[in-house]
């Protein structure tokens, strides 16, 4: 029995380390789509663990069939960070790598915000506050027609001022979705200054609890443990939110937690900075 | 023709399995009542959430559902946006359906009357946009917007229950409903039973054409009526700024340049008092139509 026990924590700690390294993979790709187009960086990286625990470990999808149906669904509600979006679907298969050049080209497949034209994005996005609601009606469906598909939406702080989110909330917790997990791009900042500056967001754990969800709180860039929350959130009955405390620009040292990375294209010495910084970091792992 | 779309909800969700209903604390009045206590599964009360209510038909209709979001037509414009950017951009397959349309809220006042649910709609690309006016033609148009594949906007009024049309309502066609050479009258809604009223024993020879299908419009059926005719009246209760009036101008300034005079409410809100009061008031009844009927003859054009 312990040595079953002990198999199953040494694969688990092998999956951990994939996406860690898949993750690397995808800071990358982030870094070069910034070199040669103004994209949302910092809010990209922030949520990048996140995502990527997401589609390379925790979610039943097929990138070679992105339309089939007892897939899990995930929402990026917060659709300026669509750069890594893009970079984790690409990452696992859905489309050609290559094709993260195109980002936000004319005729491209990689709009500035998700769109249906991309394979693999389960919903439109880009107009903050929607993505709850459109997963109430994902979540919904699948208890409909009784499948076990689960639906993940991605917000972001400062997106929580929107007045759709709160109406939202009320909903899934009347309606009970026990398939349906929020988690909340905790970074501090939205564009025009730090969140609670420009409109207080907390107690966000105890508004939250106090709408009806099950509510956690975490480090949003450790791997083990978003693993170990989504996991316990299979068990809930109730909808269930994560607050993921992140660094707006995470990874990347002069753009940490600061709104420089809102929307920028990284000049040649940054760029080389931020290649050089990846590397070394890669090699410590 | 609340009650009657009511009925045909229920109707074809006895056949359709993936239809879903939602509205936002209006069952009994759009009269959804129905449907819910018939097909309880299928049916979504969000509360007072417009804006929620709209994301979540979204979501269903990624889903393959096909949802019927029901709401005060008013009420739902305040889901405009959300229409527009998760809906209409994506062309998803969402039917949204908008009650006590136009002045037919009458005693509520202007917060309630909905007098530019149209040219919002219409605006929108990928959107199909409907203004049925009889009652056996409001079930069909439920029965022709669910069956079709994308979005589409149907408004209804409130307790109007008229009956003019012989044949049935088709997506996209208008219906000729009375032949003349001296004017022609475009109409929709439960208008058209007025204009029809207009047209008997009005001393100029007015055809009737009722375009419930504002878009797309049946560009064929306008353009050959308004050769034909050589002068146009618009008549809907709606704004005269952006709805059907600017619909048939748009086109015919193109394909048939003629003298066109769109009825509706001026640029101005609403008010309260009885519906046959404000009809009266913005000069939508039968005696004002035959009115602009001999006017707009007398200025027809070459045909």
């Known amino acids: 029995m312990s040595s079953t026990v002990e198999l199953a924590d040494l694969k688990h700690a092998t999956d951990v380390q994939k996406v860690k390294e898949r993750i690397r993979n995808v800071q990358r790709m982030l870094v070069e789509m910034t070199s040669s187009m103004g994209v949302h960086l910092g809010s990209s990286l922030s949520c990048l663990e996140i995502i990527a625990t997401l589609y390379f470990l925790k979610m039943r999808h097929t990138p070679h069939r992105p339309q089939w149906k007892e897939r899990d669904r995930f929402i990026l509600s917060k659709g300026h960070a669509a750069p890594v979006l893009y970079a984790v679907l690409a990452e696992a298969g859905y489309f050609p790598k290559e094709e993260l050049r195109t980002l936000k080209r004319i005729d491209s497949r990689l709009q500035g915000h998700p769109d249906l034209k991309t394979p693999g994005v389960d919903a439109p996005s880009g107009s903050l506050g929607q993505g709850i609601s459109i997963g109430i009606g994902m979540a919904v469906a699948a208890k409909m027609r009784g499948s076990r598909s689960r639906v993940y939406v991605l917000a972001g702080d400062g997106e929580c001022d929107e007045g759709q989110v709160w109406e939202s909330l009320m909903t899934a917790a009347h309606l009970r979705l026990g398939n349906l997990v929020l988690i909340i791009d905790r970074n501090g900042w939205q564009l025009d200054d730090r969140t609670e500056e420009v409109k207080r967001k907390v107690p966000l754990r105890s508004k939250l609890e106090s709408f009806g969800w099950e509510t956690y709180s975490i480090n949003g860039h450790d791997v083990e443990k978003i693993v170990e929350v989504l996991d316990a959130a299979e068990r809930a009955e109730q909808p269930v939110a994560i607050i993921a405390h992140t660094k707006k620009g995470k990874g990347i040292s002069f753009l940490e937690d600061s709104n420089k990375g809102h929307k920028l294209k990284l000049s040649e010495e940054e760029y080389l900075a931020a290649i050089k910084e990846l590397e070394m970091k890669a090699k410590c792992a | ?303």
């Open chain 2, 1 to 303: 023709m609340r009650v009657a779309f009511g009925e045909g909800l229920i109707e074809i969700g006895g056949e359709n399995e993936d239809l879903v209903v939602l509205t936002a604390d209006v069952a009994k009045p759009t009269h959804v009542i129905g449907f819910g206590e018939r097909f309880p599964h299928r049916f979504l009360n969000v509360g007072i959430a417009e804006q929620d209510m709209v994301d979540v038909a979204a979501g269903l209709a990624l889903s393959e559902k096909v949802p019927v979001a029901v709401a005060f037509a008013p009420f739902m414009m305040r889901a405009w946006e959300q229409v527009r950017s998760t809906i209409s951009r994506c062309s998803l397959n969402v039917k949204l359906v908008g009650t006590h349309a136009g002045l037919s809220a009458s005693d509520e006042g202007a917060s309630h009357q909905s007098l530019e649910d149209v040219a919002l709609m219409r605006v929108l690309p990928n959107m199909t946009v409907v203004v049925p006016g009889d009652r056996e033609e409001v079930k069909e148009a439920t029965r022709a917007i669910v069956e079709s594949r994308g979005p589409a906007y149907m408004r209804i009024g409130r307790d109007e229950d008229a009956r003019f049309l012989e044949e049935g309502f088709r997506l996209g066609r208008a219906a000729v409903l009375r032949d003349g050479s001296d004017v022609v009258v475009f109409s929709n809604g439960y208008l058209t039973s007025e204009v029809l009223k207009a047209a008997e024993g009005a001393p100029v020879d007015a055809m009737v054409v009722h375009v419930p299908t504002v878009k797309p419009l049946d560009a064929g059926a306008v353009v050959s009526a308004a050769r034909r005719a050589g002068a146009v009246i618009c008549v809907e209760e709606h704004s005269v700024i952006g709805g059907l009036g600017s619909a048939v101008s748009e086109l015919l300034s193109a394909e048939c340049p003629v003298y066109v005079r769109r009825m509706g409410v001026g640029d101005t809100f609403g008010e309260s008092g009885t519906y046959r009061e404000l009809l009266e008031k913005h000069r939508l009844t039968a005696p004002h139509i035959r009115e602009a009927m001999v006017e707009a003859a007398g200025r027809r054009g070459k045909r």
